[in-house]
């Protein structure tokens, strides 16, 4: 079964956005996986169809309602056991582990917050998985999303023309990935490593594993705390 992104929101017309281009654009023409969107609005009472309230306690922006959100949920989530996800600021952060698991499931419900955040009530009884893309703020949950479900398609089996390509970049070996350099020989001035072109791939593995090692160690040294580097 195709994997399979379902996303709740208040602007679908943002979607599929750069995800309807190049491999992940193919890979949906395909069928390689599916994207549908859910109108959080249309599960509203009101002839306003209000979406929003004040929070609780008094303080600026609004909440999006319990209820509509809730409605929403269980329609798209009916007799439908894939993680549901909320795409927020204090979620856990997303990384290529969790990403792997994604590609490896049938897909994901993912709700894209807006205004001041969700209901904790929905978070609780909805077990909404809170996911972070990184210690910023968005104006909603819609970039967030769109990048989750790009990091899990690109490694969907048949997505990528070269499977060995996403084996050595970042993240993947908990290293940061190392340099790349392609002809010219010499760009202004500065050539290329003599050891990439050296024939030697014994040697090539070893630059390339002591440069991962030291860029990780120099812009990234948290993810060496579960793996020693080698001398």
Same mark, same amino acid.
């Given at each position: 079964?195709?994997? !399979?992104?379902?996303v709740?929101?208040?602007?679908?017309?943002?979607?599929?956005?750069?995800?309807?281009?190049?491999?992940?654009?193919?890979?949906?023409?395909?069928?390689?996986?599916?994207? %549908?969107?859910v109108?959080?609005? #249309?599960?509203?009472? #009101?002839?306003? *169809?209000?979406?929003? %309230?004040?929070?609780?306690?008094?303080?600026?922006?609004?909440?999006?309602?319990?209820?509509?959100?809730?409605?929403?949920?269980?329609?798209?989530?009916?007799g439908?056991?894939?993680? @549901?996800?909320?795409?927020s600021?204090?979620?856990? +952060?997303?990384?290529?582990?969790?990403?792997?698991?994604? &590609?490896?499931?049938?897909? &994901?419900?993912?709700?894209?917050? !807006?205004?001041?955040?969700?209901?904790?009530r929905?978070?609780?009884? @909805?077990?909404?998985?809170?996911?972070?893309?990184?210690?910023?703020?968005?104006?909603?949950?819609?970039?967030?999303?769109?990048?989750?479900? #790009?990091?899990? =398609?690109?490694?969907? +089996?048949? =997505?990528?023309?070269?499977?060995?390509?996403?084996?050595?970049?970042?993240?993947?070996?908990?290293?940061?990935?190392?340099?790349?350099?392609?002809? +010219?020989? =010499?760009?202004?001035?500065?050539?290329?490593?003599? =050891?990439?072109?050296?024939?030697?791939?014994?040697?090539? #593995?070893?630059? @390339? *594993?002591?440069?991962?090692?030291?860029?990780?160690?120099? *812009?990234?040294?948290?993810?060496?705390?579960?793996?020693?580097?080698?001398?």
């Amino acid at each position: 079964m195709a994997f !399979r992104a379902t996303v709740l929101t208040l602007y679908p017309e943002m979607f599929p956005g750069f995800l309807g281009q190049s491999l992940s654009g193919k890979a949906l023409a395909r069928g390689d996986w599916a994207l %549908d969107c859910v109108q959080i609005r #249309d599960f509203t009472t #009101d002839r306003h *169809r209000t979406v929003d %309230d004040t929070p609780a306690g008094g303080g600026a922006g609004m909440v999006l309602k319990p209820d509509v959100l809730a409605k929403a949920i269980d329609h798209a989530s009916a007799g439908d056991d894939r993680p @549901r996800l909320l795409m927020s600021p204090r979620g856990k +952060p997303l990384t290529q582990k969790r990403v792997r698991e994604l &590609a490896a499931g049938e897909g &994901a419900i993912i709700v894209c917050g !807006r205004f001041e955040g969700v209901d904790q009530r929905v978070i609780d009884g @909805r077990q909404l998985e809170e996911v972070s893309i990184g210690d910023y703020i968005l104006s909603g949950g819609e970039p967030a999303a769109m990048i989750l479900i #790009d990091a899990v =398609v690109r490694i969907l +089996p048949g =997505v990528m023309g070269n499977a060995l390509s996403g084996e050595h970049e970042s993240f993947e070996g908990g290293l940061l990935e190392h340099p790349h350099y392609t002809r +010219p020989q =010499v760009f202004e001035g500065r050539e290329i490593p003599g =050891v990439l072109t050296s024939g030697n791939h014994a040697a090539i #593995d070893r630059w @390339r *594993r002591e440069e991962a090692e030291k860029l990780t160690l120099e *812009r990234r040294p948290d993810l060496l705390s579960d793996q020693p580097v080698k001398k």
